[in-house]
């Protein structure tokens, strides 16, 4: 067992052979009665007394300068307890800090948060109130009056590059160029992964496949919108109810943005109706903690999804160009890759990541991958389930379906010859532990899926997708209650039924029944520092806290019952939950269960309370396959998902059902990026899809139920062997779809959505064709 | 900001007193699936809404002249499960029953459809392809205006001030006959339509049509009849020819503009392609009927 040197504590991989009771079972979660019969508190459902209600102001402008703001009108309407602008928030220098898998930064932040010399987006935040009502508010912003003067804006990445374009940022210069260039541009950054030599894998390739993608930003599309409440007293004590991925780092960023103390502000995370990435940032928080600072009053601002869209996080679009060689039988030379990603309205697109996957999946002598960050007047883009990964690897499971159609070789068996596995280097840097990405592909080859005959105008596509996974800052306690059952306390909001799996793995570890362990998402005053529900880390890390902390109690209940029996603590084992005396005292006494020992605490020290404080290492990536069919009616355009098969590593799935629920999710999701969603701009730069009604996300009908096969190669440095398994899934749907749409026509579309307009068209452009 | 009145008569007098004594803006309400979004988005701002759903008449489907006489405020989850409409009108059922989801189904009315006068409305084109004929009761009485002629433009009525529909004729008709509507939309349900198409028509013995009326929506500022597509239809046995006439009369006759929801090419393309597939399954109706 591997010696976890990180955490203090053994976290290696316990092996396979050991009998678990509970790892692997689907028990129901704990949160599930709660949130079917409408009793769990989402964002929008804390009432607290004397409550305001908080507004945004936003502009209706994609780029203009703010030459002034008048809230004279507004402040002097009856109701109205505190209006917001720029000026309420300090200027904050360039700073990089993490936000998930993401980096923000505070200059962009507070800016992002409350437009300051110009507004970058339709939609951008101007000014803030609060009043006694939701109509004396809207009242009220409609009495601030804001000087725009208009701005020429840029909506597209391509266009914002041209040295013409309208500059957003005056003072920005590209990074990551050699020399740096003197004028500032749109371009934020340059970035670069190489290995090896791609002119030279080129030259060695007999095919050489080269081609051109584009792909629309796409909204995270969390069915619950923002939504907080704050409250800060008189002495500058805060309280702040909200709907995150991270209350930690929503505490962070507010308190840096209005320069409070960390320990005055304490934040509880609501249940979370969706995230995907998307809540990691704050936007309404630090507005409503803003306007009860002035109005000491509870302020709650809750958005609509027409401001969501406006203004809220999608992930970027992007312009890709995707160059791969291989020999004729199949063993590829090189890849190479430019990725231009649009940032919004201020840098840090996920180009970083994405360039990082991009060929991740493949075991590659030559890889070259470019990637440029780049602004345009949209809403700045936040992580999206495995932030720039499905674009990028969308780009390259294209290539790689056509290079096999090219070769006359089976498309898993050229993903096959070319796996990553074991030992492979990444073309960003590190060499991969045991990995599954073989193991998914086989299977998906065996599957019954694969085999299926096909219709006329159906066809099937296949797409292998990678994702990093991330540890991090965790903390965790389990408190042994008088009566032998435990409450745990956790740091991580629970979006995909985290809680089940951390109290199954509790369980397994104390030996007691699950539904004796009850959890909670403690707020961040009574838990110690733990980063977000996010890079698919919660069942991971806060997993290596829970068995950390429940081994921390083992070890305590064995010196209750040394010192009850009087002999040496390392004379007693535990075993099938009871302290047994082990080595020369065997059978010398009674086991005690953990509910005796628990009993007589008192007597024997007090409460029994194991903690774990630690910044989890060892995630490992997890690799998945997909199988897609699709049937294409010629004469509309549409495209209908007939079946559809994940097939994905999940290391050791805690809870099946829940890790199938992420995998089916993420289809879904990639679903609705391959075939309908897109951000539809008019010359205007205004946005006008702002809802559901238009913003095309599948609804049930438009699925079929999504088969799901877990693989399971254990991570190493788990003990039960987990790996994240949040965001791969939605990383091959585009591809895999946009392969069998392939098959089916003998079309390649290269540009996402392939909605019915766009297939159509295509159809009848080869028809005349012919 | 003004208080919104809320009123809800028993009697087509009492409903109509109240809309033509309104001081501001006044609206109807049905099920409210139309009415609800509009105000929540603060595109109406009403100072009374009169709900019509007390009101028996509006609530009712009753058997007349062999047609029958469909209340305006009816749900779309009634009408769906009245086997006698069911039978004499599918292709308006089914269109009714395309609107939204199960759940706004249980609201949603074709009176509402109607008077939203959204050119995309799904039950308008089946209900002009079915001669439907609306009752319109208002201050100066009650009046017969076939359904084509209540929506004027997009969002807007032919509806005096006091004036409510009250019920819809879907009249009787020959043996032999069917009709069928089909509509476009990216999604499975919940989205508007991109095209619809509404034909009904009638069937000789021998299995010619003698026949037809054929209607579009969503292709134009007002769902509209398009008599060159019908006349396409007349006279022939639906061979491979008609139906090529057919799509591309429906086709020809859209009006279409290019929006978020869809490109004017993509929509003359699309009519065609959905007249001809309702024409067919109103045909297989027709043969069955
Ligand atoms: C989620 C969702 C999905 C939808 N999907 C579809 C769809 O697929 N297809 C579609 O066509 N529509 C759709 N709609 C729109 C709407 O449901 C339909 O137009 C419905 O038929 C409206 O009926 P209602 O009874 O709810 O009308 P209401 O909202 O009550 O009224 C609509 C309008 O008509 C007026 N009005 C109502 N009844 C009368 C009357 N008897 N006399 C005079 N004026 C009257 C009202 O004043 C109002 O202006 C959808 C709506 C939603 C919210």
């Known amino acids: 067992m591997a010696k976890d040197t990180d955490t203090g504590a053994d976290t290696g991989y316990m092996g396979g052979d050991k009998e678990l009771k509970w790892v692997g079972t689907r028990p129901p979660r704990p949160d599930g009665v709660d949130k079917v019969t409408g009793r769990a508190k989402f964002g929008a459902d804390f009432y607290v007394p004397g409550m305001l209600i908080g507004k945004v102001l936003r502009s209706p402008h994609p780029h203009a300068l703010i030459k002034s703001i008048d809230t004279s009108k507004a402040e002097a309407l009856t109701g109205v307890k505190a209006v917001l602008t720029r000026d309420d928030f300090g200027d904050r220098s360039s700073e990089f800090v993490p936000a998930g898998e993401m980096m923000v930064n505070y200059r962009d932040i507070v800016r992002n948060v409350m437009a300051r010399e110009k507004a970058l987006y339709e939609g951008h935040a101007v000014a803030a109130v609060a009043a006694t009502s939701n109509a004396i508010a809207k009242q009220a912003l409609k009495l601030i009056e804001v000087d725009y003067e208009p701005l020429p804006h840029v909506i597209d990445a391509v266009e914002a590059m041209k040295p013409d374009a309208p500059l957003l940022h005056e003072d920005m210069i590209t990074d990551g160029v050699e020399p740096a260039p003197t004028k500032p541009s749109n371009v934020a950054k340059r970035v670069e992964f190489t290995i090896g030599d791609v002119e030279a894998g080129f030259a060695a390739a007999d095919v050489v496949i080269e081609r051109a993608f584009d792909t629309s930003p796409v909204h995270q599309a969390y069915i619950e919108p923002h939504a907080c409440v704050a409250s800060v007293s008189e002495d500058g004590q805060a309280e702040l109810w909200t709907t995150t991925q991270g209350h930690y780092v929503a505490r962070a960023h507010c308190a840096r943005l209005l320069d409070m103390d960390i320990s005055k502000i304490r934040v509880t995370a609501s249940e979370i109706g969706g995230g995907f990435g998307g809540k990691t940032v704050v936007y309404l928080e630090p507005l409503a903690l803003g306007l009860s600072r002035k109005a000491c009053q509870p302020v709650k601002m809750v958005m609509s999804r027409d401001e969501v869209f406006r203004a809220s996080g999608p992930t970027s679009g992007a312009h890709m160009k995707i160059k791969v060689g291989a020999t004729k039988d199949g063993k590829i030379t090189a890849g190479q890759a430019e990725l231009i990603y649009q940032a919004g309205a201020f840098q840090g697109s996920p180009v970083q990541p994405g360039a990082m996957c991009a060929f991740a999946p493949y075991d590659l002598e030559n890889v070259k991958v470019v990637g440029w960050d780049v602004v345009t007047n949209r809403p700045k883009v936040a992580a999206y389930r495995a932030p720039g990964a499905p674009i990028s690897e969308y780009a390259v499971e294209c290539v790689i379906d056509e290079l096999a159609k090219r070769l006359g070789i089976d498309p898993i068996d050229l993903r096959l010859a070319n796996a990553a596995k074991e030992g492979t280097r990444a073309a960003y840097g590190p060499k991969f532990g045991p990995i599954g990405l073989v193991e998914s592909l086989e299977q998906a080859k065996a599957h019954p899926h694969y085999q299926a005959p096909l219709g006329p105008n159906q066809g099937r596509g296949v797409a292998s997708g990678f994702w990093f996974n991330i540890g991090g800052e965790t903390c965790a306690s389990l408190i042994v209650n008088e009566d032998g059952t435990a409450a745990l306390t956790l740091g991580t909001p629970d979006i995909g039924g985290s809680r089940a799996s951390l109290c199954m793995m509790a369980a397994e570890e104390l030996g007691i029944e699950y539904d004796r362990v009850r959890p909670i998402i403690a707020d961040t005053a009574s838990l110690g520092y733990t980063f977000l529900t996010g890079g698919s880390r919660a069942t991971f890390s806060s997993g290596l806290a829970v068995i950390e902390a429940a081994r921390d109690v083992v070890r305590q209940l064995c010196e209750r019952a040394a010192k009850i029996w009087e002999i040496p603590t390392d004379a007693v084992e535990w075993a099938d939950g009871t302290a047994k005396p082990a080595g020369a005292n065997a059978g010398d006494f009674e086991p005690m269960s953990l509910a005796a020992i628990a009993a007589i605490a008192g007597k024997t020290g007090g409460p029994v309370v194991g903690h774990a404080q630690i910044n989890a290492q060892g995630a490992a990536p997890s690799f998945g396959t997909h199988l897609v069919d699709v049937e294409v009616d010629r004469e509309t355009g549409r495209v209908t998902v007939l079946r559809y098969t994940v097939l994905q590593d999940a290391g050791k799935a805690i809870h099946p059902a829940y890790v199938e629920g992420q995998f089916q999710g993420g289809a879904v999701q990639g679903i609705g990026w391959a075939l309908n969603e897109e951000y539809i701009y008019g010359p205007d730069g205004k946005l006008e899809n702002a809802g559901f009604l238009d913003y095309r996300i599948p609804v049930a009908s438009d699925v079929p139920m999504i088969d799901t096969v877990i693989v399971e190669v254990p991570n190493p440095r788990h003990p039960y062997g987990v790996r994240g398994v949040g965001e791969t899934p939605i990383i091959p749907p585009m591809a895999a779809i946009a392969n069998a749409i392939e098959n089916a026509l003998g079309i390649r579309f290269t540009e996402l959505p392939m909605s019915p307009p766009r297939v159509l068209k295509a159809i009848d452009e080869m028809a005349a064709a012919e | ?289």
């Open chain 2, 1 to 289: 900001m003004n208080d919104m009145r809320y009123e809800a008569p028993d009697t087509i007098d009492g409903a109509v007193a109240l809309l033509a004594g309104g001081r501001g803006e006044v609206r109807a309400l049905a099920g409210g699936t139309d009415l609800l979004v509009q105000l929540r988005a603060e595109m109406i701002a009403p100072e009374l809404v009169v709900d019509l759903k007390r009101i028996p008449e509006l609530r009712s489907i009753a058997a007349e002249d062999g047609g029958f006489r469909v209340g305006a405020a009816v749900s779309g989850a009634e009408l769906g499960e009245h086997p006698g409409v069911k039978a004499l009108w599918p292709g308006v059922v089914e269109a009714v029953e395309l609107i939204g989801s199960t759940q706004i189904q249980g609201r949603a009315s074709l009176g509402g459809n109607l008077c939203n006068a959204s050119p995309a409305a799904d039950s308008v084109p089946a209900m002009i392809a079915a001669r439907a004929v609306a009752r319109v009761a208002g201050p100066a009485g009650t009046r017969e205006v076939p359904v084509e002629e209540i929506a004027i433009g997009p969002g807007k009525t032919s509806l005096a001030k006091g004036e409510i529909v009250v019920s819809v004729l879907l009249p009787a008709r020959p043996a032999r006959s069917g009709d069928a509507y089909l509509r476009f939309i990216p999604r499975t349900e919940m989205d508007i339509a991109v095209v619809g198409a509404g034909v009904s028509l009638t069937l000789d013995e021998s299995g010619v049509c003698s026949a037809a009326r054929v209607a579009l929506g969503a292709v134009a500022a007002l769902a509209m009849l398009v008599p060159e597509a019908a006349a396409a239809l007349v006279g022939t046995t639906l061979d491979e020819a008609a139906l090529e006439r057919l799509a591309a009369a429906a086709s020809g006759a859209c009006r279409p503009i290019d929006d978020k929801r869809g490109t004017k090419e993509y929509r003359i393309k699309v009519a065609g392609v959905l007249a001809r597939r309702a024409a067919l399954i109103a045909a297989e109706r027709a043969g069955r009927s």
